[in-house]
């Protein structure tokens, strides 16, 4: 798996050895993150970043946003995931909304991190697949589907398509170019939308060969997992 350098922390942060951890700040006016020592880009990080899709990573790099309606225990793996991983001193906040729940942190050490780091687009750019997700192992990469297409994927009613759905022709490709490298099969469509300016990009997933691989992706969501177990039984899966 892919680790990052020391060096690389140093182009951005100031770099304090603490125990067997990294302390990164900026200043002295921002609190810092903590990171193991060595920070390796694995099926944690993978998944957070599989979870921004639903987030955002707000244009002045100061604060970290997630929302969710469909499932609130993606609240609480986001959460736990910003803790184990970066141990912010800033305080991990959370809101209840009329759809749902959301979380957030001010921090601008951590926005940093997943900015220049982990290459997470800012919420005035295109929502990309980070570029080391592609160079990751397999199970990274499957982490990383796995939390995506919670976050924004679907099961057809007739139980004959797997789909995907973005608003950005940019990330659409980059999910079609990472199942291919999973061998799965897809197909890349875009469908205007009635009474809005922009349309949706679909990524779709066909045929039984293709489920079966999908397997290995799955479904968390529970509305989405017992239609996915619903697909499986109607193939023989």
Request: charged content about 30%; hydrophobic content about 40%; proline content about 3%.
């Given at each position: 798996?892919?680790?990052i350098?020391?060096?690389?922390?140093?182009?951005?942060f100031t770099v304090?050895?603490?125990?067997?951890?990294?302390?990164?700040?900026?200043?002295?006016?921002?609190?810092?993150?903590?990171?193991?020592?060595?920070?390796?880009?694995?099926?944690?990080?993978?998944?957070?970043?599989?979870?921004?899709?639903?987030?955002?990573?707000?244009?002045?790099?100061?604060?970290?946003?997630?929302?969710?309606?469909?499932?609130?225990?993606?609240i609480?793996?986001?959460?736990?995931?910003?803790?184990?991983?970066?141990?912010?001193?800033?305080?991990?906040?959370?809101?209840?909304?009329?759809?749902?729940?959301?979380?957030?942190?001010?921090?601008?050490?951590?926005?940093?991190?997943?900015?220049?780091?982990?290459k997470?687009?800012k919420?005035?750019?295109?929502?990309?697949?980070?570029?080391?997700i592609?160079?990751?192992?397999?199970?990274?990469?499957?982490?990383?589907?796995?939390?995506?297409?919670?976050?924004?994927g679907?099961?057809?009613?007739?139980?004959t398509e797997?789909?995907?759905?973005?608003?950005?022709?940019l990330?659409?490709?980059?999910?079609?170019?990472?199942?291919?490298?999973?061998?799965?099969?897809?197909?890349?469509?875009?469908?205007?939308?009635?009474k809005?300016s922009?349309?949706?990009?679909?990524?779709?997933?066909?045929?039984?060969?293709?489920?079966i691989?999908?397997?290995?992706?799955?479904?968390?969501?529970?509305?989405?997992?017992?239609?996915?177990?619903?697909?499986?039984?109607?193939?023989?899966?």
């Amino acid at each position: 798996m892919i680790s990052i350098s020391k060096k690389k922390l140093k182009n951005y942060f100031t770099v304090q050895k603490v125990h067997n951890v990294y302390s990164l700040n900026l200043s002295e006016n921002t609190k810092p993150i903590y990171i193991k020592r060595p920070f390796v880009l694995d099926e944690n990080v993978a998944s957070l970043a599989g979870l921004m899709p639903d987030g955002s990573l707000i244009r002045d790099l100061m604060r970290i946003y997630f929302h969710q309606k469909k499932d609130l225990s993606k609240i609480e793996l986001f959460n736990d995931l910003v803790v184990e991983l970066f141990s912010p001193k800033s305080t991990v906040l959370r809101k209840r909304d009329k759809s749902g729940q959301q979380i957030y942190i001010n921090s601008k050490s951590l926005a940093w991190f997943f900015y220049y780091i982990l290459k997470i687009p800012k919420s005035d750019e295109q929502m990309r697949v980070p570029r080391w997700i592609y160079k990751s192992p397999r199970k990274v990469k499957i982490a990383y589907l796995k939390q995506a297409f919670d976050m924004e994927g679907t099961i057809l009613k007739k139980l004959t398509e797997i789909r995907f759905v973005s608003k950005d022709q940019l990330f659409a490709k980059d999910m079609k170019r990472l199942l291919k490298s999973l061998n799965i099969e897809c197909h890349l469509t875009y469908a205007p939308r009635n009474k809005q300016s922009s349309g949706q990009y679909r990524v779709s997933i066909y045929r039984k060969e293709n489920f079966i691989k999908f397997k290995q992706i799955g479904f968390d969501i529970s509305s989405l997992k017992m239609r996915f177990n619903s697909l499986l039984e109607k193939y023989g899966i």
